[in-house]
């Protein structure tokens, strides 16, 4: 349950992170078991993981169709209201598309105060 608290209080966290913040409740914790934790709950449809490239995964809770906003400085992720557009019919032929990802890609808006990389 602890897990799941975190989560709620803020999302888009690494295993790391998570671990670190249940530690800091709990007492001992280890990262595999945070592992565990997160596979049941992707499982039973409680969390998502959302995919960085070059980058840790982050867990989410899963709150209904939204798509990501990643910051190509930071790894910073952002929950973005958008509808996805319809799988293209040419170039897909005998696909079964279950499911339709769209990604900003971008700087966030501390990365753009800081100036260039």
Known sequence: ???LQILSAQAHLDV???TKAARARL???TSQAVYEML????????VRKFERPGRPA????????????????CGRV?????????????GLRGWRI???????LG???DCRKAGPA
């Open 98 to 104: 279950e499911e339709t990802e769209l990604v900003f």
């Open 39 to 46: 596979r049941h709950f992707m499982e039973t449809g409680l």
């Open 58 to 73: 982050v867990f989410e809770l899963s709150t209904g169709e939204h798509q990501h906003a990643l910051c190509t400085r």
């Open 1 to 3: 349950m602890e897990v």
């Open 27 to 29: 007492g001992t914790l």
């Open 78 to 90: 952002t929950n973005v209201e958008a509808e996805v557009p319809a799988p293209p019919r040419k």
């Open 16 to 18: 790391e992170s998570i």
């Open 107 to 109: 700087e966030c808006p």
